[in-house]
């Protein structure tokens, strides 16, 4: 024993250090890494730490450069972060290139307002001036969103994201819209579409919303041509007789009776029964199976003087309206094919045709439904109209496919504006919303309208001016689905030397079309969820030809001319080419700044008429190109990416929107789909599962949540969501994942506090010499570590949160901290007990630190820079948790047998600490540490607490355990709680018999003398 004075005894205790702070202060601490980061360049760093692996690219989808971001476009980004770090930490150079979106009509509308606000009009504004203004608009909000983006901790190459403003991109644009056009894809002609009439445009399938919409309802009848051959012999097979007096009408309904002056036909289902009768001296042609709804909607039929009096007439069915119906005739649809009608009040005729279009449920209108959901709404609406639907060719999807198979003209009386031209009468000059009632009014002075009356119904909507929209032909732009490709299929290489056929291997050496290409590409893209190839396949089979021109100027310009002395249309791929590249060195404001002979390669002439003068083409491409380009702007022309993408990450409206635009693109260029799996995540709703938006002032601003909470807290959130649902946000549930926060980060710093001094390379211990219960802790680890890191490459984000989040409060904090606590801080500092804590210690945060990497990216960077190997700068320890990858499982056969017996004996200690328990309550203890707990276990039970003796008093956390057998084969085991005999020990706090025996320390146990001795010692040596 050392002659020196005894050490003072507080200062013996090993408690913990770490400059790993209690409080996180994200508020503060979040920048200060931020500027960190971008001083020793981390994405960089990252990406040279991944230099030759295997790549994986999540390409983005590039947010419109507007406004500032919201909780949505938070969500979206934060998920492609937690994508692309947790790949980079499974080992793959992950690159992450963000893009924006600059083009398109609100950045038009916000310049026009701006302009508008200093007096100017947007018409005496230059074009080129004006691009001017949209381009700084654009550029503006994307500095705001990278800085809001970078300021969530999101990683990629921020000084240099892709701009579908860019001129590269630009040029680039246009080159596939010439593509398009080589392939034979591309086409111009007079189609309805979607039209916005307040914004004066045609609209996207992506750019109509449905909202509820109250329309007229009308009932109209068309009375049969009699003056022809056909309709003659009709007359006679329904009435005996062509000199009949009565005269025939077809019954048509429609929600839109602004259509019915451009009328040219009326549809009938060929395989539907259809039914003439009488009603006040007129015949009615409508569907058998609708007659008993409409003759009592209606009013029609015969009218009973009373009920049950009159002698019913042979063949006549009785409605419950007391109307009784006399069917005339019964026939098919077929039986109508090509006859004639007339126009309800026009002097022209309508023809009937045939088509399998026609139900008796839903819309008569032309509207065409390309979301499933409303579909199927749809669907349950039951039956509806007349089974006779007016065809109005210039004004629906439907109308103007049957309407081409008959023959029709594309008749479109309505301006760009929505209102009548002076053609039609009656009604000229009035927009086709003012004209509704008149139209009306006017049927029913003529008496040629049965039935009016309101209905409410989904109907497409602006999704930017949220105006109801309308179907309008006009000349336009298209990209055929159903033309065959022009060229043969060839094979090509992707980046990485990988055979692009090998992701498609049995594609067909048949020219398809768009859209068989399409429906074969979505059986092999991987999609998560997994309905979403159903969805994927609907939209596909459902969307009509692809409308790209626009009739706006904030865009790519269409690169095609009309020649100025034949009119004819010039979109021919090497012209396109030229322009392109005209575009690459000038920004696509060159067309507006050149004429049309400056953009045309020299000595141009026209193929139909030799002329060499031209005029340019005024319409944008659709921005949905413009996007959908990105695959090859991007990805092919960035080195370090590759096509097609691995994953493309977007919120489910994007069905419609990106996902759709972008694999039309990636089969013109490739034949391929430009992705191999798509993710999809749900919207953000309030607690009660509203959806959030801005203007309704229901939204959680996520810059308000970043200044007050930190973005930690925003991931954490993002993380704990299952997204591919709806996720939910409040206040409340953001508490909840502070909550969470703060006692991930309290388990933490535990174990970072306790290993000040501790250098792994000299102390650790091997795992076969550690105490059991710290192998069994390590063990745990193992387990959680896999079950992350599989829940990660199944984008279950929300999963490996919850694995770790149990990790860390139940495992770790409530149990094995609990238990070792005592070793940590009496034992000597140097001791092999202590030596082994400390090991597992440092893979558990070693590993916490990569595991929550991914998600928590601040603090798991924290984390790192205060683990043992990190501060001392090892060799080959990244300065950066982000470019370490996923911890290896430590032992390669799980020990099963290990874990089996801590379940065990774990459960013995939930029964212990209960009794524990109860003896603080009725005051027999006061910490446990005053207790000696007496077990009694049948064979089994003995056998496990005898193979752990000596641990289970740290076990129970008490100062004494004694261990008996139970007598008499019981099986139930018996706890008892008593005080611990002894006096409580001024270091340990434990109770021992033995304090006082030991003259240099009299206020110890027996077990800090030892220990004592130790650091005495070690004190001495050093
Ligand atoms: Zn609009
Ligand atoms: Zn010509
Ligand atoms: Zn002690």
Not at 188 to 209: F, M, N, S
């Given at each position: 024993?050392?002659t020196e ?72 980004k ?33 310049v026009?307002?701006?302009l ?7 018409a ?15 550029a ?24 579908t ?7 680039e ?14 086409y ?29 309802s ?36 429609t929600?839109?009776?602004w259509?019915?002056p ?14 003439a009768?009488?009603s ?23 009218k ?22 006399e069917?005339?005739a ?26 399998d ?22 669907k ?8 006779l ?29 929505g ?6 009468e009656?009604?000229?000059g ?155 060195r000038?920004s ?43 695959s ?22 994007q ?53 007050d ?39 933490a710093?535990?174990?970072?506090g306790?290993?000040d001094?501790?250098d ?14 710290d ?9 959680v ?8 490459k ?26 070792i ?47 043992p190997?990190?501060r ?39 029964r ?21 707990v ?6 089994k ?41 002894g006096?409580?020990?001024?270091r ?15 206020t ?15 004190g001495?040596?050093?």
């Open positions: 024993m050392s004075t005894p050490l003072e005894l507080k200062k013996t205790v090993n408690l913990p250090k770490t400059a790993f702070a209690q409080k996180a202060n994200l508020g503060q601490s979040e920048p200060a890494r931020l500027k960190k980061w971008a001083e020793m360049g981390l994405y960089g760093v990252v990406r040279r730490a991944r230099e030759g692996r295997e790549r994986f690219v999540l390409h983005d989808g590039p947010p419109y450069a507007n406004s500032d971001i919201h909780l949505g476009t938070a969500l979206n934060i998920l492609k972060d937690m994508v692309v770090k947790t790949r980079t930490m499974m080992g793959y150079d992950a690159p992450y290139v963000p893009g924006y979106d600059c083009h398109g009509l609100p950045i038009e509308q916000f026009e307002r701006a508008s606000a200093k007096g100017k009009n947007r005496d504004v230059p074009v080129v001036s004006f691009r001017r203004a949209c381009r700084e608009h654009a503006e909000a994307l500095k705001r969103q990278t800085r809001d983006f970078q300021r969530l901790g999101i990683l990629g190459l921020w000084e240099d994201p892709y701009l403003m860019s001129n590269r991109y630009e040029a644009t246009a080159r596939l819209f010439g593509r398009f056009v080589e392939r034979g894809y591309v111009k002609g007079a189609r309805p579409v979607y039209w916005c009439i307040h914004d004066q445009t045609a609209l996207a399938e992506a750019e109509v919303e449905y909202r509820e919409h109250t329309s007229p009308v009932y109209v009848k068309f009375p049969l041509d009699e003056n022809n051959l056909e309709g003659k012999a009709f007359k006679r097979q329904l009435l005996g007789n062509e000199e009949d007096p009565r005269r025939v009408f077809f019954l048509i309904w929600t839109t009776p259509t019915l451009s009328n040219l036909g009326i549809a009938v289902n060929p395989n539907f029964d259809y039914t009768f009488e006040n001296g007129e015949v009615y042609i409508v569907a058998d199976e609708l007659l008993g709804d409409l003759t009592q909607k209606l009013g029609l039929g015969r009973l003087s009373a009920p049950g009096e009159a002698e019913e007439p042979a063949g006549a069915e009785l409605s419950e309206t007391f109307s009784a119906v069917t005339l019964r026939f098919p649809g077929s039986r109508l094919d090509r006859m004639e009608a007339r126009h309800a009040w026009l002097d022209r005729p309508s023809l009937l045709m045939v088509g279009h026609v139900t008796l449920g839903g819309e008569a209108d032309a509207e065409t439904e390309l979301d499933v959901s409303d579909a199927r709404d749809k349950a609406t039951g039956k509806a109209g007349t089974g639907v007016h065809t109005a060719p210039g004004h629906g999807h439907d109308d103007f496919v049957i309407g081409k198979a008959y023959g029709l003209d594309i008749y479109c009386p309505v301006d760009n504006a209102r009548f031209t002076q053609e039609v009656h009604f000229a009035l927009s086709v919303f003012e004209a509704n009632p008149r139209i009306v009014e006017f049927m029913r002075e003529r008496g040629v309208l049965l039935h009016s009356e309101e209905y409410r119904h989904r109907y497409p909507h602006c999704w930017r001016c949220k105006n109801p929209v309308i179907f309008r032909a006009t000349p336009q732009w298209f990209i055929s689905l159903d033309a065959p490709a022009g060229d043969p299929r060839q094979f090509e290489q992707d980046d990485d030397g990988r055979d692009r056929s090998n992701f498609t291997d049995d594609v067909t050496s048949e020219p398809a079309s768009l859209r068989e290409g399409a429906l074969r590409e979505v059986e092999r893209v991987e999609w998560v969820p997994a309905w979403g190839e159903e969805r994927m396949r609907n939209m596909l089979k459902g969307r009509p030809d692809w409308c790209v021109s626009r009739q706006r100027v904030w865009g790519v310009p269409i690169p095609a001319f009309y020649c100025a002395g034949c009119q004819e249309a010039v979109a021919d791929k090497d012209v396109i080419n030229h322009v392109a590249d005209i575009f690459e000038e696509a404001d060159a067309w507006y700044t050149h004429e049309a002979g400056g953009l045309l390669p020299e000595g141009f002439k026209c193929r139909a008429c030799g002329g060499t003068e031209f005029t340019k083409e005024t319409d944008i491409l659709d921005v949905w190109f413009d996007s959908g380009s990105s090859v702007a991007v990805l092919e022309k960035d080195g370090s990416l590759r096509w097609p993408a691995d994953v493309y990450l977007e919120g489910g409206d069905y419609r929107g990106w996902f759709n635009s972008s694999l039309m693109v990636g089969l013109a260029a490739h034949d391929r789909a430009p992705y191999k799996a798509v993710v999809t995540h749900g919207w953000v709703v309030n607690s009660e599962g509203r959806k959030m938006s801005k203007s309704e002032g229901t939204g959680i601003s996520p810059n308000e949540v970043v200044k909470s930190g973005a930690e807290i925003l991931r954490l959130w993002v993380a704990s969501s299952d997204f591919q649902e709806d996720v939910r946000c409040s206040d409340e549930i953001l508490q909840r994942a502070s909550d969470a926060y703060r006692k991930m980060r309290n388990t710093r535990f174990a970072l306790n290993l001094g501790f792994p390379a000299r102390d650790a211990v091997v795992l076969s010499e550690m105490h059991d219960i192998r069994w802790a390590l063990a745990e680890l193992d387990q570590t896999a079950r992350v890191v599989e829940a990660y199944a984008y279950e984000f929300h999963s490996a949160y919850h694995a770790l989040y149990n990790f860390c409060t139940v495992t770790l904090s409530a149990r094995y901290f609990d238990i606590k005592d070793r940590l801080y009496t034992a000597a500092p140097r001791s092999r007990e202590r030596r082994s804590a400390q090991t597992a210690l440092n893979h558990i945060a070693d590993a916490l630190a990569r595991l929550l990497a991914p998600v928590l990216v601040f603090t798991a960077d924290e984390i790192w820079e205060n683990l190997e990190v001392q700068g090892r060799e080959g320890v990244p300065p950066s948790v982000h470019a370490a990858e996923f911890p290896v499982v430590l032992s390669a056969e799980r020990d099963e047998a290990l874990l089996g017996r801590w379940a065990q004996l774990f459960a013995v200690r939930e212990v600490l209960r009794v524990l328990e109860e003896a603080r309550i009725a005051k027999q203890i006061g910490s446990s540490l005053e207790a000696h007496l077990l009694e276990a049948d064979r039970t003995f056998d496990l607490l005898e193979g752990h003796r000596g641990e289970l008093r740290y076990l129970f956390i008490v100062s004494e355990v004694s261990l008996a057998l139970a007598a008499g084969g019981e099986s139930e085991l018996r706890v008892q709680v008593r005080r611990a005999s006096q409580k020990c001024e340990c706090w434990n109770y021992s018999g033995r304090v006082g025996e030991f003259t240099r320390y009299p110890v146990c027996e077990r800090c003398v030892e220990a004592l001795a130790e650091i005495e010692a070690e001495a040596a050093a």
